[in-house]
T-cell receptor, first 111, second 119 residues
């Protein structure tokens, strides 16, 4: 079946620190992979995506590379800001199936 | 601008009452979804609809009902049978479905959510 396993949080970093949030997946077939971000009190926003192996999704300084050999899609950012404080969700979708979400990782960036 | 609108933002329900959460989209998306989010937890799928006048149960459909009479609208009713309804409810939509599945590898567009509290 399909599942997503995310690094458990919460994660607390100082401003300008390097961020990695781990995400691994199990899927039937060849999934598309997504990272969503949820700011306090809001819905989810698509942050980036990758649709095939070795693709790199990027947006707002965040990056994630689709690694088929390790079934991973880790989220990284070189220098986090206070405004990046949010909950981050990794997700996958195969064909006509619905999106499968990880449990989310809360990031807090302190000045 | 196209988007997906949920209302109200905050909703209070008395014990034993049914309440309906609104979700409207003007993105011309065929598929719509309802998720529940509890504090510190991920998203759990309640119901989804791939086309008008058709919908399927998700993982936690008990105590909820939906309708899909129009492409743009997918209201969720939280019935008195739902014993623990206090949660954050998120509606989402995704682009046109072909017979083989979604056209393109799109994610979902989410609304800004409705926070339901039982008083």
């Amino acid at each position: 079946g399909n599942s997503v396993t995310q690094m458990e949080g919460p994660v607390t970093l100082s401003e300008e620190a390097f961020l990695t949030i781990n995400c691994t997946y199990t899927a039937t077939g060849y999934p598309s992979l997504f990272w969503y971000v949820q700011y306090p009190g809001e819905g989810l926003q698509l942050l980036l995506k990758a649709t095939k192996a070795d693709d790199k999704g990027s947006n707002k300084g965040f990056e994630a590379t689709y690694r088929k050999e390790t079934t991973s899609f880790h989220l990284e950012k070189g220098s986090v800001q206070v405004s990046d404080s949010a909950v981050y969700f990794c997700a996958l979708k195969t064909g006509a199936n619905n999106l499968f979400f990880g449990t989310g990782t809360r990031l807090t960036v302190i000045p | 601008d196209g988007g997906i609108t949920q209302s109200p933002k905050y909703l209070f329900r008395k014990e034993g009452q049914n309440v309906t959460l609104s979700c409207e989209q003007n993105l011309n998306h065929d598929a719509m979804y309802w998720y529940r989010q509890d504090p510190g937890q991920g998203l759990r799928l309640i119901y989804y609809s791939q086309i008008v006048n058709d919908f399927q149960k998700g993982d936690i459909a008990e105590g909820y009902s939906v309708s899909r009479e129009k492409k743009e609208s997918f209201p969720l009713t939280v019935t008195s049978a739902q014993k623990n309804p206090t949660a954050f409810y998120l509606c989402a939509s995704s682009p046109t479905m072909s017979r083989q599945g979604p056209i393109g590898d799109y994610g979902y567009t989410f609304g800004s959510g409705t926070r339901l509290t039982v008083v």
